[in-house]
């Protein structure tokens, strides 16, 4: 279970280095504007509020990856970037698109549930 817990924790990491990618390099390039469905004078205005939620997913794929590092020693810095990741993802399915929950909040929750068992 280890080993399961521990590879859906790292797609977790990789998603949101994938994120931070896509909110802090190419927001308001086509693939973001595509990616997130935004007009380029949106996605212009708004690029550095953007680029600031990219360093948070950067974050969160750092703490992640730490926890991994550590092996059995990191499980609580795992369980806790993991809580992170269900409350922002929770928080971005309210109150901006319900996908959210689907694309973020899920695959952590999983992986929490995997690792805590």
């Known amino acids: 279970m280890t080993i399961l817990a521990n590879s859906l924790i790292a797609i977790v990491a990789l998603l949101h280095a994938y994120f931070l990618v896509l909110e802090m390099f190419l927001w308001d390039k086509p693939y973001g504007l595509k990616t997130f469905r935004l007009t380029q004078e949106f996605a212009t205005a708004s690029k550095s509020l953007a680029a600031n939620q990219g360093l948070y997913n950067g974050f969160l794929a750092a703490g992640l990856v730490w926890g991994l590092s550590l ?47």
């Open 71 to 117: 092996g059995s020693a990191g499980t609580a810095i795992k369980i806790f970037f993991l809580i992170c990741v269900i409350v922002a993802g929770v928080f971005g399915a309210a109150t901006v698109n319900r996908k959210i929950l689907f694309i973020q909040a899920l695959p952590a929750a999983i992986a929490l549930g995997l690792l805590i068992l």
